[in-house]
Structures are given as structure tokens and as C-alpha cells.
């Protein structure tokens, strides 16, 4: 197995002034391609500091450095490299001619001859194209050992990364096939669950659990694949894998936002849909709009967060509200019912709850929720107890819903 | 100016897991120390490569290692340590009687005989107590050369830290006072911008910007403090940086979010909230309701995204659609007129706009946003033109509307 080392440059990163997620995002491709990341380190731009990185880190067999590759004085990763190779920097007249063009068309001010330094070269190496930034990459074979430069700004390093940098090492021999992945999305589960779900999935196939902050966990399946007949033998591995969430009652969605995919199934049936939020206050239609297009569907929503706004705005009965209160299945019900004659989409949704951290009692303690749906004339009634803090019950309420609208639209 | 190096232990990050988020903490949390970072490094759990990070890194006068002190086989830091350091572990009688009572008072499942590794000391060394947690921290000075352990949960070693190693640094000697820091939050304005007015702001005291994803601008004014008569000093800088934002005529806010700055004043004043949100489609009642006790304050909101719920919810006139369009002035009028007769809350804000990324035309384009304001029977109208792709437009529009409230209330 190959192993590599990464090193970040900068002094941002340094002083804490941003997390290094272009580490994290290499380390997790480096994974799927089945190389083993030995060493990640951070330095200041100095040059000493960057070749000393170097050198500590040599014994493996790919080196990938970011950052530090800009037009300013500071910027010292390709010195520190040619320094470390005992290579020289070379200015390369038809780089600095596109260079020119990318700023006269993209950049609209006029370059600086600051700029010229980023199109030096060390010798024997090649460019990696940057199709969003000024700073090439570079790639330099240097007996069968890898040096891999990438501009800082992820929006750069990514695409390269994967549009010239993954070819190359596959052209130079370093990777000798593609990564398959394949994502599932799990709602409303732990990572510890899933991961003992598969306990037993012994396949030839690399698996990760991640958790996001977003309020589901994620399972990544990916495999290094050399041939198309390798690709067919993934894909009964991915059915077992579908197979035991499936068995287990698992909902799971591809790799997309449930907001997304409820708006493009709306879409494609031609349908309308709105909400009448109580706990949530509004974030379950807020989500909606995140999505482009998303007026195609959502007619307007209510957020009836007092007692008084769900009498008015809603038609809820005074007389619900005080016998049972706004939490309640009656509650959600009549403001489901209202929001459907009020607005009179396809897909109505309510829901009101105690999100804490105070209004909680032993009867109804913080994190009871209620849901009402109705698709179409079809009422239907849910209820949940949802642990954690405030702005987790939030989420989880978002996702709930979502959720269920899924699986109502994915059973038609 | 003593200098400092990091070592992150664990499987997560070097498979790219999860962030370091911790170096990114402690990197910051240095720098307001006066204490330079030479060098952040991450490796797996693996005795043979944490013990090489530290050789590499031995020079520095504080070596701080975050992770790999949890219970099981794969927790190898303090080993690591024991080894370089060429210290005996030594098993903690007292402390393990501390562990057992924390587990069966918060864990509630019967203590592991794997504990015990967690309660060995390094010759010499001190624990740093964990109030979050099971693993102690652990305070090594050999030969005025400082080792610190810290768990790896940031929930666990940021109060660590803050409540613990700060204080332990202090009375050791190795930092000499206390850290004071003021954070300004500004909106509405680029990093560059604020620097560029800060660039004559000479004062003998640490200045940072930080670009937040949540659309604004923190600067942090931090400066190590030894006396009281350190922290009178400082007040008049203070007071200098505050006029540099206002003669700028920059809005800044203290270190909390808008929304919950906004509820603070309407709580004290006794006065109700209600919007009427098209572009935002509910994210800024939604950004409203995350805070506990937004109940006191907002009555409700209406999300009118299609031109119908407009005229059915809010009254807007079908004229006024049709003569000027649901991005107009005339349109945010009516809205929020219509939404105080029909909530009477004692503020009223209206939004209507275009997020794009289609819908803008050369009169209208993408960004056009007309926000309307009711402030008891006073009403105001704006218009912004706001740059940047759908989420950046939704999130600044929040932002704003926020801002224009607290300018009012502010002002009263």
C-alpha cells in the first residue's frame, strides 16, 4: 500500500483563523484511493519551516503540499520545494500567455508582474491546471517519489484534484484504477446503530460512517475499480448494503438535500405544498427555499407560534387550545385542516411542539412534537418525543417531515 | 516569545473524518496567548508515529497532544509520551476512585477495568481535571519544557483549557497574565474593507478579522493583560476601534446573534414581532424561534411565496401585482400593512425579492430585494441590490432585516 504525507501552508491556518479542511478533504480521498495518509502538518509560510515539513515527511511516497502558491512575497511553497529538490524554478513564457488571457478575461484588472512567479516551474516538473484561480498546481515525479503542489482555496484545489491530478497519478502509474462511491443518507438514527448494523457486512469494500451536523449520518461505500467487470461486481455489494437498511427500517436517501428531493418529486407529479409551522417557526419552510425553482411548488406558509395566531391565521378552536392545548393531536389537526382551506395545497403539513429549554412538563416534556399531513383529502396524525438540545429538536423536526413527505411521494 | 507545536492524535482526522477543529482552537487560543505555533501535525494512533511527532517537534517550549486518551487499546498518547519522555505511568489510586464515582453518578453503566489506563500518571506530571468527561488531561514540565495531554471531545478540553491549563500555565510561570479579548461583529461588508480601515490602527494590541459562512465579519481585539492597570489602558483602544467602525459608519454588534439581540430588546421593551417573508420563505421568523423564549416575543408570520397567498393572506391588492409586480415597493407595502392588521404586532417587517438563481430580468435582476418596516404606525420601505448566489442573498437578507430592527430599537 502507497502512503503519503500532506502539508499545509499558511498563516491562517496557523493562527486558527480557519479550520484546514483542505487536509481533511485530501484525507478522505486518499482513503478512497486507497493510499494510507502517514503525516498531515501545518507550517507558516516560511521557507525554512516548509522544507524542514519536507524533509520530515520525505519517506513517503507522495508529498502533496496546499497553499502558498499566490502572487506575493509570502507565498513560498514552490521556493521551498525547489529548494528541498535542489531543482530550479523556471519561468514559462506560454503559462504566463494564458495566465494574461485568464486575468484579461476573468479577473478584468490588469496583471502584475508579481503574477510571473506563479507560472515558474521546476524543472522536470509539469502544471496541474487550475480552471478557477490564477495559481497552477504543479507535479513533479522525482525517482518514482511524488511532489503534488495545490493553490489553497478549495474551490481551486477540488476540481484540480480531481480533474487533473487523479488522472495523472492514474497516467503516471501511482493509482491504477477509479474510485466507485456511493452514498447513503440515514435520518433519525446514530452512527454507533448503523455501524452495528454492518457488522457482519464483510465485503470487499471500503465503508465509512460520517456524522454530520446537520442531523443525519451518512455511509460512504467506495471501491478502488480497475475494470467495467469490477464496477458489476460492486453492485450486488450495494444492493446487500441497500439490503440490511432496508431490513432494518432504515429510511435513507441519496447524496442530496430530502428539501431537494421532495421539490423535484413535487415537480415531476405537478404538485403543491405548504406548512403551518409552530415549533419550528418557520425553518421547515425556510429549508424549502434554499433549492432553486422552489416557487414551483411551496404556494405560502403559516407560522402560528402564539395561541391567538393559530385561532386567527389557522382556524384553530379556542376551545381545543385551552381543553388540550397547543400540543396536542387535536391542535395539529385543526391546524392542518386550516391550512388546507386557507391555502389549499396539495400536501399540507403542521406541526407544533416544545423545544425547550423551558414550557416542558411531565406530561408534555421538551422535544414532544406533533405532525399533521395531509396528502391530498388523506389526514394523518404522528407523534414523536425527540431528545437534545433546542436546536437539535429544530433540525430533527425539519428532517421528520421531510421524511415523511418522502416516503409518502415515494409510495405513489 | 516562546513558541508551541500541536499534535492531533486519531484515526478520524487522518482518514478524513472529521476536521482538527481542536488545532484550529488552540492555534487561535495561542496566538491571543502570545505563544507562536511552529507547527501543527496530526498522525494515527500509533505509538511508533506520535513518539516521532514529538521528536520532530521537541525544540518548541510547549508540545500540546489532543486525542488518544480514551479507554480502549487503540488510546496510545500517554504511552507515547511515557516512551519519548522515558517516564514510568503510574496507576492513580485516588483518581481511579474519583473515575468510578463519575461513572456510576452520569455514565450510570458499571466502570471497565480498561479505565484504569485512563487515571496513569507520567513521573512527575499533574492531572488537568476533566469536568465533561473520563479522561483527565495530563501536565508535564521537564526541564522548563511543558507537555500537555488533552482529550480529544472539544466539549471536554476547551473548558479544559480555559478553566485548567490556562491557569496552570500562569502559576508555572510560562504565561504571564490574562488574556482580554473584545469581539466586534460587523455586517454587510468585506474583510478587506475592514482591514483597509484599520491599517493606521497602530496600537499595541492583536487584531484579527475573521470571515464567518453566517455572512458577517468578526474582529477580535485580544491583548495579554498582567495588572488592572493593563486593562484600564487598553479601554481607550477599545474605545478607539469602536470609533474607527463608527465614523465609518460600519454596524457592529457585540458577540451574539442578531436575532437573539433583537429578542433581548423586544423582551425588555415588552414589544411583539411579526414577518411577512416571500424571497426568505421563513428563514427569518426560523432564525427568530432558535433562541429560547422567542415565544415572549414573536406572535407569528406569514410566508406569502406565491402572488395568490400574497392577496389572501396579506391583502395585497391583485392591482398592485399586476401594475408593479411582487418586487416592488408598492407590493412590501402592502405587505406589511396587511400583516399588521391581520397580527397587529407592536413591529412588522415585510420581504419580497429575487434569489435567483433565474426570475431576474435587466429592470429586476437577481438580488433586487424591497424590505418594508412597520415600527408601531411608522413605516419605512428599502431597497437593496444584494451580489452573490441564492444562499449568500438568503442569509444577507436575514442579516439585514435583523440589522434595520436593531438600528431602530437601538435608537430609541
Given at each position: 500500500?502507497?502512503?503519503?504525507?500532506?502539508?499545509?501552508?499558511?498563516?491562517?491556518?496557523?493562527?486558527?483563523?480557519?479550520d484546514?479542511t483542505?487536509?481533511t478533504f485530501?484525507a478522505r480521498w486518499?482513503k478512497d484511493?486507497?493510499?494510507?495518509?502517514?503525516?498531515?502538518?501545518?507550517?507558516?509560510?516560511?521557507?525554512?519551516?516548509?522544507?524542514?515539513?519536507?524533509?520530515?515527511?520525505?519517506?513517503?511516497?507522495?508529498?502533496?503540499?496546499?497553499?502558498?502558491?499566490?502572487?506575493?512575497?509570502?507565498?513560498?511553497?514552490?521556493?521551498?520545494?525547489?529548494?528541498?529538490?535542489?531543482?530550479?524554478?523556471?519561468?514559462?513564457?506560454?503559462?504566463?500567455?494564458?495566465?494574461?488571457?485568464?486575468?484579461?478575461?476573468?479577473?478584468?484588472?490588469?496583471?502584475?508582474?508579481?503574477?510571473?512567479?506563479?507560472?515558474?516551474?521546476?524543472?522536470?516538473?509539469?502544471?496541474?491546471?487550475?480552471?478557477?484561480?490564477?495559481?497552477?498546481?504543479?507535479?513533479?515525479?522525482?525517482?518514482?517519489?511524488?511532489?503534488?503542489?495545490?493553490?489553497?482555496?478549495?474551490?481551486?484545489?477540488?476540481?484540480?484534484?480531481?480533474?487533473?491530478?487523479?488522472?495523472?497519478?492514474?497516467?503516471?502509474?501511482?493509482?491504477?484504477?477509479?474510485i466507485y462511491t456511493r452514498v447513503f443518507r440515514l435520518y433519525n438514527i446514530g452512527e454507533s446503530t448503523v455501524a452495528d448494523f454492518f457488522k457482519d457486512f464483510n465485503e470487499?469494500i471500503e465503508i465509512g460512517y460520517y456524522f454530520t451536523q446537520t442531523g443525519w449520518v451518512e455511509i460512504h461505500l467506495s471501491k478502488?475499480?480497475?475494470?467495467?467487470?469490477?464496477?458489476?461486481?460492486i453492485?450486488?455489494i450495494i444492493k446487500k448494503a441497500e439490503n440490511i437498511l432496508t431490513d432494518n427500517k432504515v429510511f435513507f436517501t441519496e447524496d442530496k438535500d430530502l428539501s431537494q428531493l421532495v421539490?423535484?418529486?413535487?415537480?415531476?407529479?405537478?404538485?403543491?405544498?405548504?406548512?403551518?409551522?409552530?415549533?419550528?417557526?418557520?425553518n421547515i419552510?425556510?429549508e424549502?427555499?434554499k433549492?432553486?425553482?422552489?416557487?414551483?411548488?411551496?404556494?405560502?406558509?403559516?407560522?402560528?407560534?402564539?395561541?391567538?395566531?393559530?385561532?386567527?391565521?389557522?382556524?384553530?378552536?379556542?376551545?381545543?387550545?385551552?381543553?388540550?392545548?397547543?400540543?396536542?393531536?387535536?391542535?395539529?389537526?385543526?391546524?392542518?385542516?386550516?391550512?388546507?382551506?386557507?391555502?389549499?395545497?396539495?400536501?399540507?403539513?403542521?406541526?407544533?411542539?416544545?423545544?425547550?429549554?423551558?414550557?416542558?412538563?411531565?406530561?408534555?416534556?421538551?422535544g414532544?412534537v406533533?405532525?399533521?399531513?395531509?396528502?391530498?383529502?388523506?389526514?394523518?396524525?404522528?407523534?414523536e418525543i425527540i431528545s437534545g438540545v433546542r436546536s437539535r429538536i429544530i433540525v430533527r423536526c425539519i428532517n421528520y417531515v421531510y421524511v415523511e413527505i418522502l416516503k409518502?411521494?415515494n409510495?405513489?
Amino acid at each position: 500500500m502507497k502512503n503519503a504525507g500532506i502539508i499545509s501552508v499558511g498563516t491562517e491556518i496557523m493562527r486558527g483563523k480557519i479550520d484546514d479542511t483542505n487536509s481533511t478533504f485530501i484525507a478522505r480521498w486518499l482513503k478512497d484511493c486507497g493510499i494510507k495518509l502517514k503525516f498531515r502538518l501545518s507550517v507558516e509560510d516560511e521557507i525554512n519551516d516548509i522544507v524542514s515539513a519536507i524533509k520530515y515527511i520525505e519517506e513517503c511516497d507522495l508529498i502533496i503540499l496546499t497553499g502558498g502558491l499566490g502572487p506575493t512575497k509570502d507565498d513560498l511553497t514552490r521556493e521551498a520545494l525547489s529548494k528541498f529538490l535542489n531543482k530550479k524554478l523556471v519561468f514559462q513564457e506560454n503559462e504566463w500567455e494564458k495566465l494574461k488571457y485568464f486575468f484579461n478575461k476573468y479577473i478584468k484588472i490588469p496583471i502584475a508582474d508579481s503574477n510571473k512567479q506563479q507560472v515558474e516551474l521546476i524543472e522536470g516538473g509539469e502544471f496541474l491546471r487550475n480552471d478557477n484561480g490564477t495559481a497552477p498546481g504543479m507535479f513533479c515525479n522525482v525517482n518514482n517519489k511524488i511532489f503534488i503542489l495545490l493553490p489553497g482555496p478549495p474551490k481551486e484545489n477540488q476540481p484540480m484534484i480531481k480533474n487533473y491530478l487523479f488522472p495523472k497519478l492514474k497516467e503516471s502509474g501511482f493509482i491504477t484504477g477509479d474510485i466507485y462511491t456511493r452514498v447513503f443518507r440515514l435520518y433519525n438514527i446514530g452512527e454507533s446503530t448503523v455501524a452495528d448494523f454492518f457488522k457482519d457486512f464483510n465485503e470487499e469494500i471500503e465503508i465509512g460512517y460520517y456524522f454530520t451536523q446537520t442531523g443525519w449520518v451518512e455511509i460512504h461505500l467506495s471501491k478502488f475499480i480497475t475494470t467495467s467487470d469490477d464496477l458489476d461486481k460492486i453492485q450486488p455489494i450495494i444492493k446487500k448494503a441497500e439490503n440490511i437498511l432496508t431490513d432494518n427500517k432504515v429510511f435513507f436517501t441519496e447524496d442530496k438535500d430530502l428539501s431537494q428531493l421532495v421539490l423535484e418529486l413535487l415537480i415531476k407529479n405537478n404538485q403543491t405544498i405548504s406548512f403551518a409551522e409552530s415549533i419550528t417557526g418557520g425553518n421547515i419552510s425556510g429549508e424549502f427555499v434554499k433549492n432553486p425553482g422552489s416557487s414551483k411548488a411551496l404556494l405560502g406558509s403559516i407560522v402560528s407560534y402564539s395561541n391567538e395566531s393559530k385561532q386567527k391565521l389557522l382556524c384553530v378552536s379556542e376551545e381545543s387550545l385551552l381543553k388540550f392545548g397547543a400540543v396536542s393531536e387535536e391542535v395539529v389537526k385543526e391546524m392542518v385542516i386550516g391550512l388546507k382551506k386557507t391555502i389549499g395545497s396539495d400536501i399540507c403539513v403542521s406541526i407544533s411542539g416544545i423545544a425547550g429549554p423551558d414550557g416542558g412538563t411531565e406530561q408534555k416534556p421538551v422535544g414532544l412534537v406533533y405532525f399533521g399531513f395531509m396528502f391530498g383529502d388523506k389526514l394523518i396524525v404522528k407523534k414523536e418525543i425527540i431528545s437534545g438540545v433546542r436546536s437539535r429538536i429544530i433540525v430533527r423536526c425539519i428532517n421528520y417531515v421531510y421524511v415523511e413527505i418522502l416516503k409518502w411521494l415515494n409510495s405513489k
